[in-house]
């Protein structure tokens, strides 16, 4: 199962793809979480601390150079060791009788952020190694995306099995959830599901051309909204079950 995350900025892609994560890794799934978006936050979302992230995929230069070259690029490298090399482990609490999963954070970083070498080759890595996991790998895959899903692009998107359009209750995040809507299916990418985030109680939404149909609501969170002033973590609030439910829901909304 692939699933990525998108919407406007700050909307709080980042914060549900922690939660999803977390839950599906307690309920017994291997979890990779994908941090595509060059803010690096899901780390520290999910509980890591700042040093000890994993090193951007893109500031890897020897593995750019190693996989991809200087001169003629080669756009088809075997990439399938890198997730899991690449990956740190973050901790899953036991949940219940059953067997209880795995969590790995990968980070892939910005192009423009790349070291010195050509940023073609740093992007063909990066790609190479969404396409790898998009297409190829076993465990269940959250990636948390930048605003649109163009990264995403035609190849990869075969191989998402659902897209989280984030929103909060506004217009411009609506818009903007509408356009982000409307490429992926463009790509191909119909099962798709609008989280509107930080509503208070399940607010009417316009008719926008693009806006997935089905819809969850996730509600503010005043837990959140206190812990974020000292921590960055999102995962072991006192809305747990709440949180629980709204992941349920989510994947149910994507099956
Ligand atoms: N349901 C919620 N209740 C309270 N605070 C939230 C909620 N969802 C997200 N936040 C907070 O909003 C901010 C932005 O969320 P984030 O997940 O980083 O957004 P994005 O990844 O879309 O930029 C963070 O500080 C996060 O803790
Ligand atoms: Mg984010």
Partial sequence: MKIAFAGKGG?????????????????????ILVDADTALSLG?????????????LSARE??????????????????SDLPD????NLPVAKAGNGRTGTKRLLTMGSITGAGDG????????????????????????LVDLEAGVEHLGRGTVEGVDGLVVVSEPSRRSLETAARVGALAAELGLSRQVLAVNRGIGEPR????????????HVP??????????????VLGLEDGPGIDAVCARLMLALS
């Fill in 62 to 79: 020897d593995l750019i150079r190693e996989r991809i070259g200087s001169g003629f690029l080669s756009l088809n490298p075997d990439v």
């Fill in 118 to 141: 050509c940023a073609c080759a740093a992007n063909a890595l990066l790609k190479s190694v969404l396409a790898h996991l998009m297409l190829r790998e076993r465990s269940v895959v």
């Fill in 44 to 56: 520290q979302a999910s509980g890591l601390d700042a040093g000890d992230l994993p090193d951007p």
């Fill in 220 to 233: 503010a969170l005043a837990s959140l909204t206190a812990r974020q002033l000292d921590q960055a973590s």
């Fill in 205 to 216: 939404l316009p008719d926008l051309q693009g806006l997935p149909s089905a819809v969850v």
């Fill in 11 to 31: 909307v709080g892609k980042t914060t549900l793809c922690a939660w999803l994560g977390d839950y599906l890794a307690r309920n017994g799934h291997d979890v």
């Fill in 85 to 88: 090399e690449l990956s740190v």
